[in-house]
């Protein structure tokens, strides 16, 4: 377990598909504090709330979160990254996990795990984890998947089927991986991201993590030491979060 991380929550108040969300309550608690509390369980050494909006920030601050207010026209969560990196005086070297504030199951051993990821290849210029994935699950486009070299770096990132088996005769059926939205950065890459400007490939398949490959930057991919929680975009999603939470379910902690 490592303490030399900070955490960030981007928590927009204004969801097309759930207005409101990280308010929405989950069993007697708003799901940004049920995020903020998997956050704590990890070895993270801070834990930042950003937010744009002061619904949010006066939830936050009442059960004890710091909060981060940003500005309200950021075209994406790294955007909002880089203003708290600012806001709060990060060096450029620290190490910056981007929890995504509609992860109330996000177990706390992977979010320690992909900030590890990275403070141990220090080739890489950013860290994130996969998953294992069947090959009817590989053709959902609303699943992004990864390929990497023989050393877990990063080769492409796609919505479609990746690698592609043109001879299912001649060749072992691949094993897929998924990719998972959990990102470790340093201060120094989300500073060098937000004067890249999009890319062909970014904007093409709508995966903003082509804009580092595009300009020549690393990214370490590694198999997550345990499943990711459900996370909420809609309301059926909301109401299995509750079921799940209110049977006992609780995210894989970080191992002593």
Not at 55 to 76: K, Y
């Amino acid at each position: 377990m490592s303490d030399h991380y900070n955490i960030v929550i981007p928590a927009r108040y204004d969801s097309s598909r759930l207005p409101g969300k990280p308010l929405a309550d989950i069993n007697g608690k708003p799901m940004i504090r049920h995020v903020y509390e998997r956050a704590r369980e990890s070895g993270a050494a801070e834990v930042v709330i950003a937010t744009d909006n002061t619904l949010v920030r006066a939830a936050a601050e009442a059960f004890g979160a710091s909060v981060c207010m940003t500005r309200a026209d950021h075209e994406s969560g790294t955007d909002r990254l880089c203003e708290v990196l600012d806001t709060l005086g990060w060096l450029d070297d620290t190490v910056v996990v981007n929890l995504q504030g509609d992860e109330p199951l996000m177990p706390p051993a992977i979010i320690d795990q992909v900030a590890n990821n990275l403070l141990q290849h220090p080739a890489a210029d950013c860290a994130t984890l996969y998953t294992n994935l069947g090959a009817d699950e590989a053709r959902d486009p609303n699943i992004v998947k990864l390929v990497t070299d023989a050393e877990g770096y990063a080769l492409y990132f796609s919505r479609a089927v990746i690698p592609f088996v043109r001879d299912p005769d001649a060749v072992r059926t691949p094993v897929y991986k998924r990719h998972l939205g959990l990102y470790a950065y340093t201060g120094r890459l989300l500073r060098l991201f937000r004067e890249l400007p999009p890319c062909e490939l970014e904007q093409t398949e709508k995966l903003e993590q082509l804009r580092l490959l595009w300009n020549g930057r690393r990214i370490h991919a590694a198999p997550a030491l345990a499943l990711p929680g459900h996370g909420v975009d809609t309301a059926a999603d909301l109401e299995r979060v509750r079921s799940l939470l209110a049977s006992g379910f609780r995210p894989q902690p970080v191992s002593e």
